[in-house]
């Protein structure tokens, strides 16, 4: 995987990579890791990092990242709220409404 190798380098590639994930890390709403998240996430746009995600998913593997940001819940007994959704089994398009 290149991503791996430009991440490793620490090259422009991975800034960029990173700033991306970052981003998508934020329409997700999760406070896991999404390359460390089982589960699928169909209300993401589609794009390179989403299929990566979900091809991992697929074959039950992921990836840990170390300067990857995720949101830090900010009070005892705080959830993510698009995780209690997905838990509660809603359907692509109205996880794309909810989350919007």
Do not use: C
Request: a neutral charge.
């Amino acid at each position: 995987m290149n991503v791996i190798k430009h991440l490793r380098h620490g090259d422009v590639v991975a800034n960029d990579f990173l700033a991306t994930l970052d981003m998508i890390q934020l329409q997700s709403g999760l406070v896991e890791p999404i390359f460390e998240y089982k589960g699928q996430l169909p209300y993401l746009e589609i794009g390179f990092i989403k299929s990566l995600r979900n091809r991992l998913a697929e074959i039950d593997a992921s990836i840990w990242i170390e300067d990857a940001w995720t949101p830090k819940l900010q009070r005892e007994g705080d959830r993510s709220i698009m995780g209690e959704f997905i838990k509660m089994g809603y359907k692509a398009t109205k996880l794309r409404h909810l989350n919007a």
